[in-house]
């Protein structure tokens, strides 16, 4: 089965939101995956929150649309990462109103992103 080779913790950009996340990263033969829980977070109602992989405005990669978060503010999903989710550096989780986001929309929480 997969192991766990690294955990994250993802922090809000804004100082006044209690927002955390935390993210599992597990790897299982050339394949990693991340199993990500945040906690604070408003209820996704005319949008969703997406999970990121990013460098820069010009580097960055969807990984993920999360599950709807309801009155809790608990959000938990994974997915499997991208065969180069190594090349980058920062994992952001943001909000989005589009169906296909081609840039981060704004930052919920981000933090150090590797693999090992």
């Not at 994250?8 to 950009?13: D, E, F, Q, S, W």
């Not at 599992?24 to 991340?34: P, W």
């Amino acid at each position: 089965g997969p192991t766990e080779v690294k955990r994250l913790t993802l922090t809000a950009p804004d100082p006044a939101s209690k927002a955390v996340g935390a993210v599992e990263i597990l790897s299982e033969g050339s394949k990693h995956a991340f199993y990500l829980v945040a906690e604070h977070l408003a209820p996704s109602t005319g949008f969703f929150y997406a999970v990121w992989l990013y460098n820069s405005p010009t580097s960055h990669e969807a990984v993920s649309k999360s599950p709807a978060v309801g009155s809790s503010g608990t959000l938990q999903g994974g997915a499997l990462l991208p065969a180069n989710a190594g090349q980058y550096h920062t994992m952001l989780l943001t909000r989005e109103t589009t169906t296909r986001p081609s840039q981060p929309g704004p930052i919920v929480l981000s933090g150090p992103f590797s693999l090992g």
